[in-house]
């Protein structure tokens, strides 16, 4: 995606984002996610657009489409913990198909890399790196998430599970 060509394209865009953004505000979804779509198709690069229609579609109860609307705010804003956190939750919730597996695995790491010392964004990571089967991963993510907030409740999921998975049921014993 890049910046509208003409300046009547960018008027439009922006006045779609507007209109969006209204739109969302009063509640009236459908129209919101129609106006931030048009934005979107305008190649308005902007991450306000793409957690706005996040929002919009979750409203609308189309959960694959925010998820999708999600990755796009990560890509256009990649160390954003709260893009983070957004994406890595709607993915848990519902990406767990194995085609998606590999996208999974990639959003995780990413997230890792970029928010290392947050550990909710880590929590969420390690849990999406167990679930795509990354169990190596998942342990030392988990690990790092749980040495940051050892009450977090996924990185204790996570770490557990994958520790039990590697044949270390003992170091996951006080975890529980």
Not at 34 to 53: I, K, M, T
Not at 75 to 81: E, I
Request: aromatic share 2%; proline share 5%; with cysteine.
């Amino acid at each position: 995606m890049s910046a509208p060509e003409t300046p009547a394209a960018r008027r439009a865009a922006n006045e779609a984002l507007r209109e969006g953004v209204r739109a969302a505000d009063a509640g009236d979804w459908a129209k919101a996610a129609e106006l931030l779509r048009r934005a979107q198709a305008a190649r308005l690069d902007n991450p306000v657009v793409a957690a706005r229609l996040t929002k919009a579609l979750l409203h609308l109860g189309r959960h694959r489409e925010a998820l999708a609307a999600a990755l796009a705010e990560v890509r256009l804003s990649p160390a954003n913990p709260v893009t983070l956190k957004r994406a890595l939750a709607l993915f848990l919730r519902w990406g767990a198909g194995p085609e998606e597996r590999k996208q999974a695995d990639v959003l995780a790491r990413q997230a890792a890399q970029a928010t290392p010392d947050d550990a909710r964004v880590l929590g969420l990571a390690a849990l999406l790196l167990w679930r795509a089967g990354k169990v190596q991963a998942c342990v030392e993510v988990a690990r790092r998430a749980h040495a940051l907030e050892p009450d977090n409740t996924a990185a204790i999921v996570a770490y557990a599970d994958a520790l039990s998975a590697t044949g270390r049921a003992q170091e996951a014993l006080p975890l529980h």
